[in-house]
Structures are given as C-alpha cells and as structure tokens.
Nanobody, 117 residues
Framework: QVQLVESGGGLVQAGGSLRLSCTGSGSIFGFDDMGWYRQGPGKQRELVAT???????NIAYSVKGRFTITRDNAKNAVFLQMNSLKPEDTGVYYCNAVPRYDTWTYWGQGTQVTVSS
C-alpha cells in the first residue's frame, strides 16, 4: 500500500522560510514524478512544483525564484524549500507521487502552511 507522509508545515512570518518534506513508502521500485500542490482558503488546488526521477523540475510562476524542489531517490523523498514566504502562500500543501511502473497518482494527507503579514 503506497503512502505519502508530509512534514514541515507551520506558522511563519512573511519573509521567512520553511522546508517541507514528503516520504513515500509501499512502492518496491520507488517513484517517478513527485511534486507539491497547494490549496489556499477558498481556492482550488494548484501546482507548486514537480520533479522527475532524473531531477528535471517544473516550478509555478508564482513561486519561481523563491521555492526549490529537490528529491532523494534512495529515500523516496521529495522536499520543498520555501523562502521569502508571502501571506498568499498560505494553504494546505500536498505531496503527490507516481510509483514507478504504475499510472496511479497518490496523495499525502497535506500539511498546513500559514504565513502571517
């Protein structure tokens, strides 16, 4: 059974930093694409950043230059370093991943990020 567990959310002042982590389990061969999405209050879920197994990244324009996505394939983990946080970055951040040789996308339970002004 594939599971994704996020950690690292919290409350931070504008201009501060947070680092989110997500660790996957239950996939014998690891994961292909992994990524982060977020859902702000009253908003739809949106892409933040994705990374392929080979390290190619796709970063949303709204966070480009402030957020960095990385991964550790040996640990089935993906990370999101968030700098220069803004109040509009507030929301629940979800990790997702596609197990290798699978087509289903799995989601974590989400971690709350709150940026105060």
């Amino acid at each position: 059974q594939v599971q994704l567990v996020e950690s690292g959310g919290g409350l931070v002042q504008a201009g501060g930093s947070l680092r989110l982590s997500c660790t996957g389990s239950g996939s014998i061969f690891g994961f292909d694409d992994m990524g982060w999405y977020r859902q702000g209050p009253g908003k739809q879920r949106e892409l933040v950043a994705t990374i392929t197994r080979g390290g190619q990244t796709n970063i949303a324009y709204s966070v480009k230059g402030r957020f960095t996505i990385t991964r550790d394939n040996a640990k089935n983990a993906v990370f999101l370093q968030m700098n220069s946080l803004k109040p509009e970055d507030t929301g629940v951040y979800y990790c997702n991943a596609v197990p290798r040789y699978d087509t289903w996308t799995y989601w974590g339970q989400g971690t709350q990020v709150t940026v105060s002004s």
